[in-house]
């Protein structure tokens, strides 16, 4: 569900940060519906719904409300802001009359993000994803760009979503990126990468991961 706090605007769930309940925007079906059509506008298939992309991801706002609200009567470009200021991932940017998604892209598209400063980025993994990986490097299979996690934390969380006891991957990001791999910053929790060879890669052994607090095992 998504809401609106007078003070600090858009949120997800029954209450702001700061406790105030605010005003009902979208509830949890609608919030869904809409994500899944604003992702494959942003990401996947522009095309099939008579959006133009530029090279660099970005859209036109006005028409892609134009056209989620021919789809769904209620949904308008407020509706639109609103997902995109609640997003707990931050998938989506808006630029005056623009939007784009930050990640996540199937369509092919030049992203121009920051270079990414951090030496060490992480990707969280089963055992089985882990071995391919450090004998054939790591990769998306179907996107460009490969995502990685700021801490080591923030990797174990995305892949206790895929397996129960991941593998924490660590790549030197560092050493990659002066051999040419190219790396963006997308925001705080997140890097993408292109291809990044098994021989910048090493498993952390199981005893020195950092868990977040949250999942003591
Ligand atoms: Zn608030």
């Known amino acids: 569900m998504i809401r609106l706090c ?5 949120f997800r769930g029954e209450s702001c940060e700061c406790g105030t309940v605010g005003q009902f925007v979208l509830d949890e079906t609608k919030t869904e519906q ?3 059509l604003v992702a494959g506008a942003l990401r ?3 095309e099939d719904l008579g959006l133009s992309m530029d090279s660099y991801g970005w859209i036109d706002l006005n028409k892609l409300s134009e ?3 021919r ?3 209620w949904a308008n470009k407020r509706t639109i802001i609103a997902l995109v200021q609640s997003d707990p991932k931050k998938r989506y940017e808006i630029d005056n ?3 784009r998604a930050r990640y996540g892209h199937s369509v092919d598209i030049e992203l121009d993000h920051p270079e990414n400063k951090l030496p060490k980025l992480y990707y969280g993994a089963s055992e089985e994803e882990a071995d391919r990986i450090l004998e054939i490097g790591l990769m998306s299979v179907s996107q460009h760009f490969v995502h990685l996690s700021t801490t080591q934390e923030k990797a174990w969380q995305v892949a206790t979503f895929r397996t129960s006891n ?3 991957i660590q790549a030197d990001a560092a050493e990659a990126q002066r051999e040419g791999v190219k790396m963006m910053t997308v925001n705080e929790d997140i890097v993408i990468s292109e291809k990044i060879p098994a021989k910048f890669l090493k498993i952390i052994p199981a005893k020195d991961i ?3 607090k949250s999942h003591p095992n």
């Open 67 to 69: 056209i989620v609200n």
């Open 71 to 73: 789809r769904h009567p």
């Open 34 to 36: 809409l994500g899944r």
């Open 97 to 99: 009359t623009k939007i």
């Open 166 to 168: 991941p593998k924490i």
């Open 6 to 10: 007078s003070q600090h605007g858009f």
């Open 44 to 46: 996947h298939f522009p």
């Open 210 to 212: 950092l868990r977040p």
